[in-house]
Nanobody, 120 residues
Framework: QVQLVESGGGLVEAGGSLRLSCAAS????????MGWYRQAPGKQRELVATITRGGRINYADSVKGRFTISRDTAKNTVYLQMNRLKPEDVAVYYCNAQYVTRGGTMLDYWGQGSQVTVSS
């Protein structure tokens, strides 16, 4: 079991910056990867950025060069620094943890969601 608690988000003008944080607790040693997804109104949830246990990072094309995912292993926390925000970045952002059970089954855990609003 893993618990994820998000913080950050809010309202910012276009071109501004925000940072999201996601603190993991519980059986964190079975987490294979963590990341951020977002869901805009009327749209499906989509990947924003992920970071694996080994440190490999992946970004959606739409955020490359503007968003940065990072982690603080001592704090079991993953961050998403969002710069040069655009109105199309408006969404609820969800922290995700991919958890591997002893049997090898992959489970997804989700944070509570953080609203990001960008005014034009």
């Amino acid at each position: 079991q893993v618990q994820l608690v998000e913080s950050g988000g809010g309202l910012v003008e276009a071109g501004g910056s925000l940072r999201l944080s996601c603190a993991a607790s519980g059986n964190i040693f079975s987490i294979n990867a963590m990341g951020w997804y977002r869901q805009a109104p009327g749209k499906q949830r989509e990947l924003v950025a992920t970071i694996t246990r080994g440190g490999r990072i992946n970004y959606a094309d739409s955020v490359k060069g503007r968003f940065t995912i990072s982690r603080d292993t001592a704090k079991n926390t993953v961050y998403l620094q969002m710069n040069r925000l655009k109105p199309e970045d408006v969404a609820v952002y969800y922290c995700n943890a991919q958890y591997v059970t002893r049997g090898g089954t992959m489970l997804d855990y989700w944070g509570q969601g953080s609203q990001v609003t960008v005014s034009s």
